[in-house]
């Protein structure tokens, strides 16, 4: 049986760490790298249209995952499956579901080494007895979440080897070359935001997000997607994660996730309460 998530516990502390956010780019590219996930995303996600909405629930239901309790988790599991059980098609002459039980579990892989990854590169890297626990309790989320049960390495150096494994089949595909021009002509966040502003942020906004997808892709990934990484890149990268983790040390622990759990509450509550989710989240 997992250990519960509960407060002081290792994926409280790590997996609502706001430098998670740093990885979002690089999560994304790890899962449409999956040509089942590619060809789900490329044939009913709506994210190229609205973005930023697409964003904001994504992670209205990750903060629910480890932050809104078993019984949080359990109704997001359910929603989320009956939501994707629609998702089917045909991607290289062979008919696809959205809850391929491999597909499903490596989106479930990605969501459980990005908050290792944030700390080995912005923060402190987890020591053996917390990626112990850490992985044990995401395999107890990953099971809630209907994750194969065969499909969860039973250890923490058997999940690496399956990670590494999995990304060794990855190549291009026409989904990552989308998600990548998206990022570079995404629209303004907000539609009172001036066009003459954001055109002005759109920029640096892509510039970084492009960079961080670079510099935190496994290497392998990175020369197979033809992304361009130098030692300039490596050493400013490096400066990056210096600043950020002497940063990051500044603010208190329990503050470091204080707006993913907030939010993980909060869309527990708008869940149990139809009118109110209808009210503050466009459908």
């Known amino acids: 049986m997992a250990p519960p998530v509960v407060r002081?516990?290792?994926?409280?502390?790590?997996?609502?760490d706001f430098r998670d956010a740093l990885l979002a780019g690089q999560v994304l590219v790890l899962q449409v790298a999956h040509p089942i996930v590619a060809a789900g995303v490329r044939d009913h996600s709506d994210y190229r249209e609205d973005p930023w909405t697409r964003l904001m629930r994504t992670v209205a239901s990750l903060s629910i995952y480890v932050y809104g309790g078993t019984k949080g988790a359990q109704v997001e599991a359910e929603r989320l499956r009956n939501l994707h059980r629609s998702f089917t098609g045909t991607a290289d002459g062979r008919r696809y579901s959205a809850l391929d039980p491999g597909a499903y579990a490596w989106v479930h892989a990605t969501l459980v080494m990005a908050p290792v990854d944030a700390q080995r590169f912005f923060g402190r890297p987890l020591s053996a007895s917390e990626?112990?626990?850490?992985?044990?309790?995401?395999?107890?989320?990953?099971r809630i979440l209907g994750v194969r049960e065969r499909d969860l390495p039973p250890t923490w150096p058997d999940f690496e080897r399956y990670y590494r494994e999995t990304i060794a089949g990855f190549g291009p595909n026409e989904t990552i070359s989308t998600l990548f021009e998206t990022i570079d002509t995404v629209r303004k966040p907000f539609s009172r935001m001036s066009d003459r502003r954001w055109s002005r942020l759109q920029k640096g906004y892509s510039s970084a997000q492009m960079f961080l997808i670079r510099a935190t892709l496994p290497p392998e990934l990175r020369a197979l997607l033809g992304l361009q990484w130098t030692e300039e890149d490596a050493r400013e990268f490096s400066r990056f994660c210096r600043v950020t983790r002497i940063l990051g040390t500044l603010v208190p622990p329990p503050l470091r996730t204080v707006l993913m759990r907030s939010v993980g509450k909060l869309n527990v509550w708008l869940r149990a309460h139809p009118w109110a989710y209808r009210f503050f989240v466009r459908s």
Do not use: P, V
């Open 8 to 16: 002081g516990t290792a994926a409280w502390r790590y997996f609502g």
């Open 131 to 142: 990626l112990d626990e850490y992985y044990a309790q995401m395999c107890g989320i990953g």
